[in-house]
């Protein structure tokens, strides 16, 4: 079994930053993609940024240029460091990995999400 946990969410103003952390844990062979989404109250769940286990990433058009995915493949951690942050910006974000836990397929992995507020 894997467990993914989120930290970092919460309330800032328009124009501030905020750094989410994703720490994988668990029977962890190996960690493929791994990647952000988002998902605002009345909407459907959204990809906001992904990396490859190479590193080459790729962002939500929305969030080019003000949001930076990175990993620590040695720590099994993702990271979003957001910045210029907008109203627009408003939800809950969820970790996701696709890991392969020993033989066979990799699976997707979900954390239970860290709100991310921001407001005046």
């Known amino acids: 079994q894997v467990q993914l946990v989120e930290s970092g969410g919460g309330l800032v103003q328009p124009g501030g930053s905020l750094r989410l952390s994703c720490a994988a844990s668990?029977?962890?062979?190996?960690?493929?993609?791994m990647g952000w989404y988002r998902q605002a109250p009345g909407k459907g769940r959204e990809l906001v940024a992904s990396?490859?286990?190479?590193?080459?990433?790729n962002y939500a058009y929305s969030v080019k240029g003000r949001f930076t995915i990175s990993r620590d493949n040695a720590k099994n951690t993702v990271h979003l460091q957001m910045n210029s942050l907008k109203p627009e910006d408003t939800s809950v974000y969820y970790c996701n990995c696709v890991v392969r836990t020993g033989g066979g397929t990799p699976n997707a992995y979900w954390g239970k999400g860290t709100l991310v507020t921001v407001s005046s």
């Open positions: 668990g029977s962890i062979f190996r960690i493929n993609a």
């Open positions: 990396i490859t286990s190479g590193g080459n990433t």
